[in-house]
């Protein structure tokens, strides 16, 4: 007889989602089902096509710079350098947010973020809770950033094709560089106590460790900005094809399955299922994809951010002449591919003699990522029944596995 | 005034993008500490909350945690719904909240307005739906696969997915809704507003001053003398956004409608160089965030109390200010203006688009109440 196990709803996903166990004798099936709508394109068809850049952030912030890049090239336009160093400074500032929200979260597994100092160190949890507080400030300082640089933090709306809507007035760009001062240091105490004792061999997540999936390939963007190239890796670490976004939009299929609404996609060449985001820029040959992987990955990645905005957060980076190219005719197709912090995105617009968008194709990194969830969503559950944990534990383990990505 | 138990709240969010949902955690850090004053008991994005007791045998452990799940008494101070309503899920939730709850905030324009998804019922393919089958990964409807999720059933009846309604809807075209924060996201002046005014009435009012300089009068006096503001209300400005906006302001005079694209930035009104802006229709509270950087307003907020239709109100304003008496070249400016019912309703279709039948419900009835201050208001019926 097939019996079911329903663990829903699985915590701090983006969307909704839960997971379903079918057992009947021959071993359990695991599904990771995402239970609400995602049909941006959707909302997006018969839009002025620059007007999707204000729609696209509500997938995330960094999908506003994906955009841009794509009408940029719609439009025929180059920006100015310094229209091109604020939307880095931008993607920098969601770098931090996106990771720095992550680790939050994993923090809110360990006990009630929202309780009292006091009562936290009766419990023994006070630390945890000062950490979050560490937290939370570096994050208030890499908000800031993005509002400044994106005009909005959560959905930036700054930048238009052909650069930015606007200069940055001298007590913003003075801002951005005491910003950057700041948050070095508070990234590196961050670092410090996540290294050493949240993610250390021994520490609290030791039962994640041998969450894994299995070995899949990876994409990311080339850091050669010019060449704009996506590089595939496959399963065993071995350098693959490297693709324009316009060809790695043609060469990646897309499929749905009939019990979840985010679809899946893979590249063949790639060997089916590939992994992008942190992982994926940090994966070392052989290393099966985990959250912990990813967790280490997006500290490391904190640190590199926290250097990079100190390069970037200066005045000789953030004025100049001019912010903004402005686009004289209406193109006809625009693609383009930025590497955001939760992974690679993809971009493409097709429009009428109007510009009112009449196609559109966006990769967002929850379908590229959506086979290595499910496989590590499958280990969980996997481990936890065999091993004889509750509902509870399993869940547990599963929204841990599933932070990350 | 309540000073010992920590007051209860639920927050619950449907498919959006969290930054609702963030933005209450960020209060915390940021402007001040629930600590010992407010308990968050149910939330499925934080604390993986449910509303239902957890499958089968294995299920009892979670069963019997009364933190995880609503307990048949429970009941919420104030829950806080953020997101659109677009499944059976969505509504069920905002049902079941309504129910066990004493206050029901909608929290940003998705909850109050209905959002950016209502602009799914301007799309051919999904008119009249709510946008079934999920193409985040493609636009182009034949490779979507389109309605797979339907055959679920056939897999296993515990895989089926919430069904879709048929129409994209904010909170109170569900439920009755007794406060709004509107704006994509909510500032985060106006949520605390919102939160801290509701939850800590006839606390003494320095804790409250920061809350009521932010809003109208007749809010901020039922504030300050210990009451909760009337029902129905909206936790942002009575006025325009052009009333706030910063920018210089001459003679409305149009000769050609720009896109956001043909723009440059000069300080001077957004409309005023023939670039739609909803400043004029829209509700004030976010401080012109968007006209700070040089680029229209979209109405995230909803529209102003005097404004019955925002649309009808734009294309008043528009149309009146077209420089030229000439027939042929007053088509050629109105002519210029593209996409208007996606600009001007972008956030609000569903509840304030007069031309839409406001008060159908998901099965085709009349539920027989009728909004305020125009097609639905966002906190009407």
């Known amino acids: 007889m097939e019996t079911t196990l329903t663990l829903s709803p699985i915590r701090w996903q983006e969307t909704p989602s839960r997971i379903t166990i079918l057992r009947n004798g021959a071993g359990p099936r695991t599904y990771l089902q995402t239970t609400a709508f995602e049909d941006l394109p959707a909302l997006c068809w018969g839009r002025p096509v620059e007007e999707v850049l204000r729609i696209v952030s509500i997938l995330s912030p ?39 929200r992550k680790l939050h979260l994993l923090l809110s597994g360990f006990t ?21 507080a560490d937290l939370m400030a570096a994050l208030h300082l890499a908000q800031e950033a993005a509002t400044i640089l994106g005009g909005r933090a959560d959905h930036p709306i700054s930048s238009l094709p052909g650069g930015v809507s606007r200069f940055l007035k001298p007590e913003y760009y003075e801002r951005l560089d005491e910003i950057a001062v700041q948050f070095k240091p508070a990234v590196d105490k961050i670092g410090k106590i996540f290294s050493e004792k949240i993610l250390a061999e021994d520490g609290p997540l030791e039962k994640m460790d041998g969450i894994t999936a299995e070995a899949m390939g990876a994409a990311i963007l080339s850091d050669e900005e010019a060449e704009e190239k996506i590089r595939f890796k496959n399963g065993s670490g071995a350098d ?46 052989g290393e099966k994809p985990s959250a912990m992987a990813a967790f280490r990955a997006m500290l490391k990645e904190l640190s590199k951010t926290a250097a990079a905005m100190q390069e970037l957060y200066i005045q000789e980076k953030m004025t100049g002449p001019s912010v903004r190219t402005v686009p004289k005719d209406i193109g006809t197709e625009g693609a383009a591919a930025v590497e955001a912090p939760e992974g690679l995105i993809l971009h493409r617009y097709r ?48 929204e841990a596995a599933l932070l990350p990505f | 005034m309540r000073t010992k138990k920590p007051f209860q709240i639920a927050v619950y969010g449907t498919a959006g993008c969290r930054a609702c949902e963030n933005n209450i955690i960020d209060l915390h850090y940021q402007v001040n500490s629930f600590a010992g004053r407010a308990e968050f008991k149910f939330w499925p994005y934080l604390l993986g909350s449910s509303f239902d007791d957890i499958g089968d045998d294995l299920g009892k452990d979670l069963r019997e945690d009364p933190g995880d799940n609503i307990g048949e008494n429970e009941r919420f101070d104030l829950a806080v719904f953020a997101g659109s309503v677009r499944n059976e899920a969505d509504a069920e939730a905002a049902r079941t909240l309504r129910e066990k709850s004493d206050i029901l905030l909608a929290c940003g324009a998705c909850a109050a307005l209905g959002g950016l998804p209502g602009l799914a019922h301007l799309n051919p393919d999904l008119k009249g739906s709510s946008g079934e089958g999920s193409d985040l990964c493609s636009g182009d409807r034949d490779n979507a696969q389109e309605n797979v999720q339907d055959n679920a059933e056939e897999l296993d009846p515990a895989l089926a997915l919430p069904k879709k309604r048929t129409r994209v809807q904010a909170l109170s075209q569900v439920v009755p809704v007794d406060y709004t924060v509107p704006g994509c996201p909510p500032t985060q002046n106006l949520l605390w507003a919102a939160i801290s005014s509701i939850l800590f009435r006839g606390e003494p009012t320095g804790r409250l001053s920061y809350v009521v300089s932010r809003l109208p009068e007749a809010v901020s006096c039922a504030i300050l003398a210990g009451e909760l503001p009337e029902k129905g209300i909206t936790f942002a400005g009575d006025k325009a956004v052009c009333a706030t906006c910063s920018r210089a302001k001459e003679e409305k005079r149009f000769s050609k409608g720009k896109r956001v694209y043909e723009s440059s930035e000069t300080g001077r009104c957004l409309l005023e160089q023939g670039l739609i802006c909803q400043g004029i229709t829209t509700r004030e509270g976010c401080g012109g965030l968007c006209t700070g950087v040089g680029l229209p307003c979209r109405g995230c907020f909803g529209k102003a109390d005097a404004v019955y239709d925002p649309g009808a109100k734009m294309v008043s304003a528009i149309s009146s200010t077209f420089d030229t008496d000439n027939a042929a070249t007053v088509k050629a400016i109105a002519d210029s203006f593209i996409d208007m019912t996606g600009t001007f309703y972008r956030y609000g279709l569903p509840t304030q688009c007069a031309l839409l039948d406001q008060n159908l419900t998901e099965k085709g009835q009349r539920n027989g109440r009728s909004g305020q201050n125009g097609p639905s208001g966002p906190s009407g019926g």
């Not at chain 1, 693959?240 to 893979?266: N, Q």
């Not at chain 1, 091993?387 to 509870?392: F, I």
Request: hydrophobic share 40%.
């Open chain 1, 351 to 398: 429009v009428d003699e109007k510009g009112i968008v009449r196609e559109m194709k966006i990769l967002d990194p929850r379908v590229q990522n959506n086979a290595l969830r499910c496989d590590l969503a499958k280990n969980a559950v996997d481990r936890g029944l065999n091993s004889g944990k509750s509902p509870r534990e399993i869940k547990g383990l599963i």
């Open chain 1, 112 to 132: 009630d973020l929202f309780d009292s100092p006091r009562a936290a160190e009766r419990a023994g949890k006070g630390e945890i809770l000062q950490t979050a």
């Open chain 1, 240 to 285: 693959g094809d490297s693709l324009s976004p316009e060809a790695a939009l043609d060469g990646i299929e897309c499929y749905t399955e009939p019990w979840t609404r985010t679809p899946f996609a893979g590249y063949e060449k790639a060997g089916g299922s590939y992994c992008v985001g942190p992982l994926a820029r940090s994966a070392e040959e």
């Open chain 1, 62 to 100: 960094a999908h506003h710079l994906a955009a841009a890049k794509a009408l940029d090239r719609l439009f025929g336009v180059e920006p100015p350098e310094t229209a091109l160093n604020m939307r880095a400074g931008l993607m920098q500032a969601l770098y931090a947010c996106h990771h720095l």
